[in-house]
């Protein structure tokens, strides 16, 4: 399974990368919804994990709709440590918050259960 992580601290993505990869998962990353996006024209994820705030023009609910227009059932977790943003729902989705890299790893092996 592969997983891009689109976070724009860059310890917090390394240490969300780490805990995932150390899971044995394929990872791929993202510091701004611009990188994000030029994953999308790849297909190559099977989950999307953003951080609710991120810097630039394209938000974190605009990287899970255009994922999904390539493919409508992706799943996303919605990640942030301390936000006062309450999530646009979008369908399949999940919000941790507060969150550690542990959190993240849980989240991900749940939708990977699901899907087996």
Do not use: K
């Not at 390394?14 to 990872?27: G, K, N, Q, S």
């Amino acid at each position: 399974m592969r997983i891009l992580v689109v976070e724009d601290d860059a310890l917090i993505r390394e240490f969300v990368v780490e805990a995932l990869r150390e899971e044995r998962y394929d990872v791929i990353h993202a510091a701004n919804g611009e990188e994000a996006l030029a994953w999308c024209g790849r297909r190559v994820a099977d989950v999307l994990t953003t951080d609710v705030r991120l810097p630039g023009g394209i938000d974190r609910w605009q990287i899970a709709e255009r994922w999904r227009e390539h493919n409508p059932g992706l799943p996303v977790i919605y990640a942030t440590g301390l936000s006062p943003i309450v999530p646009r729902p979008v369908s399949g989705s999940l919000t941790c918050r507060p969150y550690h890299p542990e959190d993240i790893v849980r989240a991900v092996r749940r939708l990977a259960e699901d899907r087996a």
